[in-house]
């Protein structure tokens, strides 16, 4: 009976330690949310599915768009796409990072030049989960892991 209730425990441990704070689900309709107004320039309503401290990089991005970029945009004939990835937990289980595939967006050039089109692209996006959510951390702006110079 003993090994019994011994295997039962070790069992139970083992399972709870391989969970996850928080729902994937609702990570995936976070990083969703946010990626389909960032990478579109939306970039204040991207402000709720970031932590506080990552407002500081979104009024940044902001403050860089210029009347080129802003032409740039409204003569696109369509959004930005994108497709959620791999999702890497840390040892933590407060953090993670997701994979997003980015097509068709504007890419910020440096200061004083025009923004440019880039067909793909891959991001490695920060979260952390706060107050029973996963958020997206900003330690900086979303830089792309691999991207097609078209």
Known sequence: MKFNLFSFICLFVLFASCTHK???SQMKEN???FAVHYFNWQFKESLPYCTAESGKWLRYAASQVHQPDIDILRTKSEG???ELGDITYHDDDTTANIIINVKNYLCMDTIGKAGRLTEKATFS????YRGEKW????????RSEKQSHD
Do not use: N, R, T
């Open 135 to 142: 958020k997206i951390k900003m330690e900086g702006l979303p």
């Open 125 to 128: 996006i920060p979260l952390v």
């Open 22 to 24: 928080g729902s994937e």
């Open 80 to 82: 930005a796409g994108y």
């Open 31 to 33: 990083v969703d949310s």
